[in-house]
């Protein structure tokens, strides 16, 4: 099973990107599929997840309204576009599949593994102001 992220880079205060998570090995499926971003010295962050029991997707209330995760089944890819970028956004992004904790816990903020199986390595985001 592999997660390979993709998409991060380096933009100014209010620039977009997209990332996407491809896998193989498994199929986005089972329990929850989501993103978290990773700041050196702080806890994990969970930023979104999409349940895929019913599709409902579930936001960190530092990504409501700026961030939008979805599926793309034409490429099998796990999505993240990102708009109005901060400089508290700057991280190490990781997408995650498997994840068992309930994906509730994502809609306002959750900091931890969430239980999840598989791990990409991450994407490097920065944005300056």
């Not at 970028?85 to 309930?102: I, N």
């Not at 969430?114 to 791990?119: A, I, Q, R």
Request: charged fraction near 20%; include cysteine; proline fraction near 2%.
């Amino acid at each position: 099973v592999q997660l390979v992220e993709s998409g991060g880079g380096a933009v100014q205060t209010g620039g977009s990107l997209r990332l996407s998570c491809a896998a193989s090995g498994i199929t986005f499926d089972a329990y929850g599929i989501g993103w978290f971003r990773q700041i050196p010295g702080k806890e994990r962050e969970g930023l979104s997840m999409i349940d895929t029991s019913d599709g409902r997707t579930y936001y960190a209330d530092s990504a409501k309204g700026r961030f939008i995760i979805s599926v793309n089944n034409a490429k099998d890819t796990l999505d993240l576009q990102m708009d109005n970028l901060k400089p508290d956004d700057s991280g190490v992004y990781r997408c995650a599949a498997e994840c068992r904790r309930r994906p509730q816990y994502y809609n306002h903020n959750y900091y931890g593994s969430g239980g999840c199986d598989y791990w990409g390595q991450g994407t490097q985001v920065t944005v300056s102001s």
